[in-house]
């Protein structure tokens, strides 16, 4: 767990502004009046990511009992990649049961955006903490609250995380069977029924805000045309919101092809393309795509149900060893690509122009 948190420091060390200023951006001073009135609607030009906070409670809320302290809001974030960490780390080895592939899966999470944003993030995103309550999740079987309660908490933390969890929703599918017959036997799970409540609640809670506080979905910058604009970086975009990670998702969808589990894979698909629609149809496609981390850990089921344990730790170690050498770039709008965080090495440069300039670019 230590040596995941390491290697994601490594990888992708915080900016300075993330210390030197927490409270000053646009972005934290949005998020830090969301969090004093938390129940007021925001007047904010459509499109802009000011506009986009009003139905992403969670972290409001909790940032209101802190009292809109940036730095407990900070250590929030932060605390996202570490759960998230954890939360891989325990699932890895519930669906393996080998030590070894468990480390790995929670190496390939510190490795790729999903479990690094928390750490290097300065715009109050919370994308590590959604995602990491979407894996949380999937550890909880035999329970018929905490899958639904953690889908929940995900949605009113980033509405990415509601298209995301049809991937738990297969995850549990997959534990009971993989045909369109099992689907009748599959609702006779409570797990399922926790799932369905949790989005039904949602759905609710957004309407009960939008009629008693008048909050409004911003449309502005979403949408099948902001898709098709942005094709451009379809490639690059879905790449890097797995990396490593898609080899897992191939091998898996071969292998559920020649099992002639023809209806799993459908549903593998339309999963996926839902993620994926939702991730084009906004201008930040790489973290949109990095809520679908549960398909990871869906597809690793999906090789570890052959039994055969060595096929799986040699993809699993491929998944690690790409994400640690690709570079974290961040796909965004038409053709946008950049490095998101750079490396200690690379960061350690702009600390020192810090230290002797005083001023932070």
Same mark, same amino acid.
């Given at each position: 767990? =230590?040596?995941?948190?390491? !290697?994601?420091?490594f990888?992708?060390?915080? /900016?300075? %502004? ?5 409270? $000053?951006?646009?972005e934290?001073?949005?998020f830090?009046?969301?969090?004093? /009135?938390?129940?007021t609607?925001?007047d904010?030009?459509s499109?802009?990511h000011?506009?986009? !906070?009003?139905?992403r409670m969670l ?7 802190f ?7 900070r ?7 570490v ?9 890895g080895y519930r ?11 929670c ?10 944003s928390?750490?290097?993030?300065s ?15 999937l550890?909880f079987?035999?329970n018929?609250?905490?899958p639904?309660m953690?889908?929940f908490?995900a949605?009113w933390?980033?509405?990415r995380?509601?298209v995301?969890?049809?991937l738990?929703w =297969?995850?549990?599918?997959l534990r ?6 099992d !689907?009748v036997r599959?609702? %006779? ?15 609710a809670?957004r309407?009960?805000l *939008? ?9 502005e &910058?979403?949408?099948? $045309?902001l898709?098709?604009h942005?094709?451009?970086?379809l490639?690059?975009?879905?790449? *890097? ?6 080899? !897992?998702?191939?091998c898996?969808?071969?292998?559920l ?7 799993m894979?459908?549903?593998?698909? =339309? ?7 939702t991730?084009?149809s906004v @201008?930040d @496609?790489?973290?949109? @795509?990095?809520?679908g981390l ?7 089921q999906i090789l &570890? ?13 491929a ?14 709008g ?6 998101? *965080?750079?490396p ?9 122009q810090?230290?002797? $300039?005083?001023?932070v670019d």
């Open positions: 767990m =230590l040596l995941a948190i390491v !290697l994601s420091l990888l992708s060390f915080p /900016h300075p %502004k993330v210390f030197l200023q927490m409270d $000053s951006t646009p934290a001073q949005a830090l009046w969301k969090c004093a /009135h938390p129940f609607t925001i904010a030009e499109g802009s000011f506009a986009k !906070l009003n139905f972290p409001a809320l909790a940032g209101h009992l009292g809109s302290n940036v730095i407990l809001c250590l929030l974030e932060a605390s996202g990649s759960l998230l960490l954890w939360a891989s780390l325990l699932l669906i393996t049961r080998d030590r070894q592939m468990a480390i790995l899966c190496l390939f999470a510190s490795s790729v955006f999903a479990g690094t928390g750490f290097v993030e715009r109050f995103m919370f994308d590590s903490f959604a995602i990491s309550l979407l894996v949380f999740a550890l079987r035999q018929s609250v905490l639904g953690f889908v908490l949605a933390t980033d509405e995380a509601l995301a969890s049809a738990v =297969l995850y549990y599918f009971t069977g993989t045909g369109a017959v !689907l599959f609702h %006779k799970e409570k797990v399922v029924w926790s799932v369905y409540l949790a989005w039904a609640g949602y759905g809670g309407w009960y *939008s009629s008693a506080y008048g909050f409004e979905t911003d449309g &910058n979403v949408g099948i $045309s898709l098709i942005q094709l451009n970086n490639a690059l975009g879905l790449w *890097s919101g797995f990396e490593g990670g898609w080899i !897992l998702i191939v898996a969808g071969v292998a092809w020649l099992r002639r589990q023809r209806f894979l459908f549903l593998l698909g =339309l999963a996926l393309l839902a993620v994926c629609v991730a084009f @201008i @496609i790489t973290r949109s @795509i990095a809520y549960p398909a990871f850990f869906l597809c690793l &570890n149900e052959e039994g055969r344990d060595d096929p799986v730790r040699i993809y699993l170690t998944a690690v060893v790409i994400s640690i050498l690709w570079p974290s770039l961040y796909a965004g038409k053709g946008g690509v950049w490095w998101f *965080s750079s200690v090495f690379v960061m350690a440069v702009r600390y020192l810090v230290l002797f $300039s005083s001023s």
